[in-house]
């Protein structure tokens, strides 16, 4: 027979290898359960006999010298969709033919460049070394942040799957649990289970892969997890000691270029063989390979001060609105009252009164009046406009250029 058999079987079970057409016109190939009858029916008993056969399958990923049987058993890791050029040419050359990946490396990563180079040269490389949770965030728009992820995808084809932020919360993971790369993207992740989870994931080297009406299986578990969000201050609850999140704020491209994606995969058999011959800038020095000094970014110095210092940061954002909205240089208040206005201004908060006094005195250094004055007490109405009313008690004085100066550092 001399036409290519379209089916295997892998254990006792059938499958079909289809071709699916793709938006862009491409094909995908993908396995189908088929029935053994079906087959029978169309092509005859012959045909069915020189169907090829595996014991089970495996998952093994290679990019440079991919196999799609190991052993007798069949390769569900796919083959990457572009193999690097074959000809080796040198640095200055190469360079040459990828301008297009290199800006746009260079607009994601930043000062970041070289390691961002190396990132990628792992994920071709070595496609099981554990990996920082890359984390791209930006609340402006035009910023590469989806580009960016296309073009993994494009490098690294069927091994790399986008997911929504509530599929991840879901307990079925078939769809993900044997990639290479998961991408979530418009992330917002408020509990932290949620964050050990993916803290897990990124350090295992196992994971129970579920889907609907099936048994868990233990599988073995080598991704790496992409993060989006257009939410820079508290997409994720993460702790003050966090090392495995990578966070880069993306700024906005100011030239837009609709082939821009066409261009970057255009490049990629370039981009891949400079990779290769490209040396490693960092050494591996820990298990996600990344130390926590090169991958420390003021993205995640901000995110982990909104997380550890939600109380503090609201009261500042209070304030300034309140120096923003008036002509006062200062403002005369018991933590009651800033209690009430935290009420009115962002609705749902579960601080104490304590929580805030703590935190004026112990924080801020500051002490109220010895004795009960009278003092212009402020709370915010129905509008969110603020107006005042008389009041006596012990009450905190603080400085229009205090906050100004504690809002500066909280936005940088």
């Not at 069915?48 to 049987?69: A, M, R, T």
């Not at 003050?240 to 261009?263: A, G, M, P």
Request: aromatic share 14%.
């Amino acid at each position: 027979m001399s036409e290519k058999i379209l089916y295997l079987r892998v254990g006792t079970t059938y499958y079909k290898t289809i071709e699916k057409p793709l938006i862009s016109g491409d094909k995908i190939s993908i396995l189908v359960r088929w029935n053994r009858e079906t087959i029978i029916s169309d092509y005859g008993k012959t045909y069915v006999s020189q169907v090829p056969k595996y014991d089970g399958f495996c998952c093994i990923p290679n990019h440079l010298n991919y196999e799609k049987i190991i052993e007798g058993f069949y390769n569900i890791y796919n083959e990457i969709p572009y193999q690097p050029i074959e000809e080796s040419l040198n640095s200055d050359a190469l360079k040459e033919k990828i301008q297009f990946s290199l800006n746009f490396m260079g607009h994601i990563f930043g000062e970041q460049l070289e390691l961002g180079l190396d990132y990628i040269k792992i994920l071709l490389e070595k496609p099981t070394q554990m990996l920082p949770i890359l984390c791209l965030v930006s609340k402006e728009r035009s910023t590469g942040k989806s580009t960016f992820i296309k073009w993994l995808k494009s490098i690294f084809g069927l091994n790399m799957t986008y997911i929504k932020g509530d599929s991840f919360s879901s307990q079925f993971n078939s769809d993900w649990a044997s990639m290479l790369i998961v991408a979530i993207d418009e992330v917002f992740f408020d509990k932290k289970e949620i964050t050990e989870r993916l803290k897990y994931l990124s350090t295992t080297d196992k994971d129970k892969k579920e889907a609907k009406g099936k048994d868990r299986e233990e599988v073995e578990f080598f991704g790496k997890f992409i993060l989006c969000s257009n939410n820079e201050d508290n997409f994720i609850q993460i702790d003050e000691e966090e090392i495995r999140f990578w966070i880069i704020k993306v700024k906005s491209i100011k030239t837009e270029n609709t082939e821009f994606l066409q261009n970057l995969i255009k490049e990629i058999p370039y981009f891949l063989r400079y990779l290769i011959q490209r040396s490693f800038f960092s050494q591996k020095q820990t298990r996600m390979w990344f130390t926590d000094s090169e991958i420390r970014t003021k993205a995640l110095q901000k995110l982990v001060w909104k997380n550890n210092n939600k109380l503090e940061s609201k009261i500042i954002e209070l304030l300034y609105e309140f120096f923003e909205s008036t002509e006062e240089k200062e403002i005369q208040f018991i933590p009651q009252d800033i209690f009430n206005m935290l009420g009115r201004m962002f609705r749902n908060h579960y601080w104490t009164v304590n929580d805030i006094r703590k935190l004026l005195k112990e924080s801020w250094k500051l002490e109220p009046q010895n004795n009960s004055l009278a003092y212009i007490k402020y709370d915010i109405d129905y509008s969110g406009s603020f107006y005042q009313s008389n009041k006596t008690g012990r009450y905190f004085t603080i400085k229009k250029d205090f906050i100004l100066q504690k809002f500066d550092e909280m936005m940088n």
